[in-house]
């Protein structure tokens, strides 16, 4: 048995990291992780708080760009994304051409 969070964009990022890969373990079959890559912020982001946080973003060639999220229960964002920007704990500006990890959503997306 899993819990998950009760907010949409929760329990998508907590499934992905946590629940299917514990599936595939429990499955015998090698584990199925949401793919990271290194990206480049296109804009400036604001990130505050004491919890890491998963922004949703789109992801291209140049690199990756937050949208305008209204948190966790926010899927109208979530579906314009095509990745999620992982945002360390804490306060700090990340500016643009500062580096962030991404797990990508899409596999389609061309990066």
């Known amino acids: 048995m899993f819990g998950l969070p009760g907010n949409p964009v929760s329990s998508l990022v907590c ?7 514990a599936i595939q373990k429990l499955r015998g079959l090698p584990p199925v992780g949401v ?4 990206a480049k ?7 505050r708080g004491e919890r890491p946080t998963y922004w ?3 992801l291209d060639r140049e690199g990756v ?3 305008a999220w209204q948190g966790s229960g926010d899927l109208r964002t979530l579906t314009d994304a095509n990745c999620l920007a992982f945002f360390p704990a804490g306060d700090r500006l990340f500016r643009a051409g500062d580096g962030v990890d991404v797990l990508v959503l899409n596999d389609a997306v061309a990066y």
Request: charged share 20%; glycine share 4%; net charge positive.
């Open 15 to 21: 499934f992905g990291l946590f629940v299917r890969p």
């Open 65 to 67: 760009t937050p949208l």
């Open 56 to 58: 949703p973003a789109k």
């Open 35 to 38: 793919q990271r890559i290194a």
């Open 41 to 47: 912020v296109m804009r400036d982001h604001q990130q």
